[in-house]
């Protein structure tokens, strides 16, 4: 199952950068064997300042039109690592060739678009800059990777 990560706003260079490469290489490298992967990040930018509706055409296009779309909302189910990599385990076996986790911009996923989509996660009830939403969901992909692979690296 291919993961595409769209997200609003271009990522430059610091620290975040560096950590969704190293989670990009890791959760490649671990998921190919398991069936998922590879990870492919498309960021979309609405550079005439349309809003939420805007974003929310551009994340459409980026997204494969087959795939199955999960949200990063404030609104979404919480769960945990493990709960996160039995659904991704769920949606592989299920026979999705596509998921796509979408990542608004500042102001958020349009409603319509968030309605739409398959499934909604949280990262807590908490709002988090969707850069640092962007390192937290790629790491969650690794430890999901990692957990159905029986790996070491959680540790619950």
Known sequence: ????????????????????????????????ALGLGPLAIREVEDRKGGGMAAEAALLDRAMPKSALICALDERGTQMTSPQFAG????????????????????????????????????????????????????EQLYRAAAILAGSPYHRA
Request: aromatic letters at 8%; proline letters at 4%; one cysteine or more.
């Open 87 to 138: 659904m991704l385990s769920r949606w592989r076996d299920a026979g999705r060739g596509d998921v796509a986790f979408v990542i608004g911009g500042a102001d958020g996923i349009d409603p319509a678009l968030r309605q739409h989509a398959d499934a909604s996660l949280s990262f807590g009830r908490m709002v988090w800059p969707h850069m640092l939403a962007r390192v937290m969901l790629i």
């Open 1 to 32: 199952m291919r993961v595409h990560v769209c997200a609003v706003g271009r990522l430059r260079g610091g620290p975040e950068r560096a950590l969704i490469e190293d989670y990009s290489t890791r959760f490649d490298r671990t998921g190919r």
